[in-house]
C-alpha cells in the first residue's frame, strides 16, 4: 500500500506553519528529542557552521541541528552502523529519515523551522544516524563537510554527553542529526553522499546514499507476462443472469512499466484456487498520485478478444461509481493486490460486481486504469 508519512505531513502542516513534516511520540525517548536527564537542544538550534571542509570553496556553510533520538530498531541494514540520506525536498526528507520518531514539540519548535527555513534551489539536506551502546550516547555530530566531485563527504560521531560520574540507563540509543549544505553558485550539484560513521562503541564505518533514489525496473521481482501466446483461449464470455452488463475492458495498456510506475506479478502461471500477487511501485525519483486501488480491470483473452470477467446491475442504467480520491506514492512504494484465482474467492474490487460466467482457464491480464498499467499470468484448471 500507498505509504502514510504524506498524509501525516498534511496533517502537520498547519501546526509547523506550513511544513510539511509529520510525527508522533512512538520510540522517541523524550519530548524534547533527547534521552530523559540527557542535553538538550538549546545548543544546537541556531546551527553550526564549523562543520565544513572544503578546500575547493563549492560549500558556503553548513547548518546542523539535532534531529531525533530513538529506541526502537532502526531499520537499516544489521550489518551496517548508521545510515545516510539526502534530501532536496521536503516531501524527500519525510521518505528517507525516521518521521514518526520525531515528537510534534520537535516539529513545531526545531525541526520544523529548520527545514522550512531550507533553500532548496541552493542548499541540501544530509541526514545522518547510528547507534550507541546506552542513554547518555544522546547526540551525533556531524562534521568536516566536503564536495569531491559529485559525492558530498562527512563525517559523522555519536557522542556522550553525560557527566563523568553520571549514570546511563542501559539501553541502546540511535540518535540523528541534519546538515543543510549550502553550495557556492557555481558548484557542482552532488547526487550521492558518503559519510564516515564512528558509533557509540567507537566502530567506523562508511555509509553511502544517493540522491536519486527511483527505482530501476530491471530489477524489480516478478514478471510482466508469460512468454509466447496464450495455450488456452476460452469461448467469449456470456452471463446467464439477466439485467447485468459487463465491464468494459481497457483498450490499450503499457505492459509492465510507463514513465511513472512499474507492475509486476509474482508468477506467470497459477492453479486454480491459487492466489496471485501484482505489485505497483513508484518507479519515479519524485512523488506521484494515483485513484484508488479499486480502479483495476480485470480480464481473460478469449475468443472476442480481452473481456472483463466482471458484471454488474444495469437497470439504473450507469456502471457501478468509484470514488475519486487521490493517493500518493513516494518513490519506490506503491499498491499491492493479491488475487484469489477462484471464483467465489475473487475479491472483485467494487461491491456491486461480481464475476460471471465463473472464472476460465485462459490468459488473464491485470490492468490498473491510472496510466492502464498492465500484467498478465495463466489461469490453469
Not at 539501553?171 to 558548484?187: H, N
Not at 530489477?219 to 488456452?232: M, R
Not at 512499474?262 to 491459487?274: F, I, L, P
Amino acid at each position: 500500500m500507498n505509504t502514510p508519512t504524506r498524509r501525516r505531513l498534511l496533517r502537520y502542516g498547519a501546526l509547523a506553519g506550513g511544513l510539511s513534516l509529520a510525527g508522533c511520540l512512538d520510540g522517541e525517548m523524550g519530548d524534547d528529542g533527547g534521552s530523559p536527564g540527557g542535553s538538550s537542544d538549546d545548543d544546537d538550534d541556531d546551527g553550526n557552521d564549523d562543520g565544513t571542509d572544503d578546500p575547493n570553496g563549492t560549500i558556503e556553510t553548513v547548518d546542523t541541528i539535532q534531529y531525533t533520538t530513538r529506541t526502537d530498531r532502526p531499520d537499516w541494514d544489521a550489518d551496517t552502523i548508521g545510515s545516510c540520506a539526502l534530501a532536496d525536498s521536503e516531501d524527500r526528507l519525510a521518505h528517507v529519515t525516521p518521521i514518526h520518531a520525531v515528537s510534534e514539540e520537535r516539529l513545531e519548535e526545531t525541526v520544523g523551522p529548520f527545514v522550512r527555513e531550507t533553500d532548496f534551489e541552493t542548499q541540501l539536506l544530509l541526514f545522518v544516524e547510528s547507534t550507541g551502546p546506552n542513554i547518555c550516547h544522546d547526540r551525533l555530530e556531524i562534521d568536516d563537510v566536503s564536495l569531491e566531485g559529485e559525492v558530498l563527504t562527512a563525517t559523522a560521531t555519536v557522542v556522550d554527553t553525560s557527566d563523568p560520574e553520571e549514570g546511563c540507563g542501559e539501553a541502546e540509543l540511535s540518535p540523528s542529526a541534519l546538515a543543510r549544505v549550502t553550495f557556492a553558485d557555481d558548484a557542482e550539484w552532488p547526487t550521492q553522499a558518503a559519510v564516515t560513521i564512528t558509533d557509540g562503541w567507537g566502530e567506523t564505518d562508511t555509509v553511502e546514499a544517493s540522491l536519486d533514489i527511483s527505482v530501476d525496473p530491471d530489477e524489480l521481482e516478478g514478471y510482466v507476462k508469460p512468454d509466447g501466446d496464450p495455450e488456452v483461449v476460452p469461448a467469449a464470455l456470456e452471463c446467464p443472469d439477466e439485467g447485468v452488463a459487463r465491464m468494459s475492458p481497457v483498450e490499450d495498456v503499457s505492459w509492465g512499466d510507463d514513465d511513472r510506475f512499474s507492475m509486476r506479478v509474482d508468477r506467470r502461471t497459477v492453479d486454480r484456487g491459487e492466489s496471485v500477487t501484482i505489485r505497483m511501485v513508484n518507479s519515479t525519483n519524485e512523488e506521484q498520485t494515483t485513484g484508488n486501488a479499486q480502479k483495476f480491470g480485470f480480464e481473460v483473452y478469449t475468443d472476442a478478444g480481452w473481456q472483463d470477467v466482471r458484471v454488474y446491475d444495469d437497470e439504473n442504467g450507469y456502471g457501478p461509481g468509484y470514488t475519486d480520491e487521490g493517493y500518493m506514492h513516494q518513490p519506490g512504494t506503491g499498491f499491492d493486490w493479491t488475487l484469489e484465482m477462484a471464483t467465489d474467492e475473487f475479491d472483485t474490487g467494487h461491491p456491486r460486481l461480481e464475476v460471471c460466467p465463473d472464472l476460465p482457464a485462459g490468459r488473464y491480464r491485470f490492468a490498473y486504469w491510472n496510466g492502464d498499467l498492465a500484467v498478465a499470468f495463466d489461469l490453469r484448471d
